[in-house]
């Protein structure tokens, strides 16, 4: 039987963002980036019926959206992007910042009305961006779990608000990347997404999780949805890489017909 990894985009959503999942959206922000919130929101809520409609919306566009696949706000205001990519992409680094400071400038301006007199960038708030990727953020010698945040290089000392907090930070999960402590709190979503299987020593909330995107278990609806997900990107891939055949084709024909171009040019000055 086919295996459909937690990395499909539904599977993705449906874990985090589903109305009971909010313990495990919780827990999953905490053990990468180590932060605790009391309350984290997702901003749209898994249902199947709403994913359809906005998967066949995007589907149908010429021109496709720029968004992340997840974005929930914290009880102070923070937000958190959640990114999942399984394709390599040239500019994903600048994409995952432009999430990152799109959802920081998002509050710009939004002043309660007891903070009238207040600037607007008081409204600003902490932003953090996980991105769970399968392929190597640099190249395969460096660790799976990689956080970027704002410091002095000489002293180390963090780039705080007038709260104490980071106002950015920028987070990788390389599944692709096997070098990750046993001991970290994401060894297990590493193996969990990566694999779709948890180990008997893995937290509840993530056993909860492997359960909760069973695919056996599913609604006809969304195994379907899966389905069609899953076909849909190996469609992609399968041009991709006819595409970078053709290319390399290409590449060695042309190069071909310089080497031909060269030698007739040598042996006509020989003579």
Not at 156 to 172: I, P, Q, S, T, W
Not at 239 to 253: M, P, T, V, W
Request: glycine fraction near 4%; proline fraction near 2%; hydrophobic fraction near 35%.
């Amino acid at each position: 039987m086919h295996v459909y990894l937690p990395t499909n985009d539904l599977l993705f959503k449906k874990l985090l963002t589903s109305e009971d999942s909010q313990h495990i959206l919780k827990a999953f922000v905490k053990d990468l980036l180590g932060l605790e919130f009391e309350r984290l929101m997702p901003k749209q809520t898994y249902h199947i019926d709403s994913y359809k409609k906005s998967y066949e919306e995007r589907e149908k566009m010429e021109v496709k959206l720029t968004e992340v696949d997840i974005l929930a706000v914290a009880e102070d205001g923070s937000y958190t992007t959640i990114e999942c990519q399984v394709q390599a992409q040239k500019y994903f680094h600048e994409r995952s910042l432009f999430y990152l400071g799109e959802a920081y400038r998002s509050p710009f301006g939004n002043l309660a009305k007891n903070e009238v007199k207040k600037s607007n960038f008081s409204s600003l708030r902490p932003a953090y961006g996980i991105n769970i990727v399968d392929f190597y953020l640099s190249d395969d010698t460096e660790n799976a779990l990689q956080l970027f945040r704002l410091m002095n290089l000489e002293t180390n000392r963090l780039f705080l608000n007038k709260e104490g907090k980071e106002l950015l930070v920028l987070c990788f999960l390389s599944l692709k990347d096997d070098v990750l402590n046993t001991q970290h709190a994401a060894y297990h979503w590493h193996y969990y997404f990566k694999t779709g299987e948890v180990k008997t020593d893995a937290p509840d909330y993530i056993k909860e999780a492997k359960k909760k995107t069973d695919f056996l278990i599913l609604e006809e609806e969304e195994k379907e949805m899966i389905m069609k997900i899953d076909k849909a990107k190996a469609i992609a891939e399968a041009e991709l890489e006819y595409a970078r055949d053709e290319g390399i084709a290409k590449g060695k024909k042309i190069g071909r017909e310089e080497e031909r171009k060269r030698n007739r040019e040598e042996k006509r000055m020989r003579f």
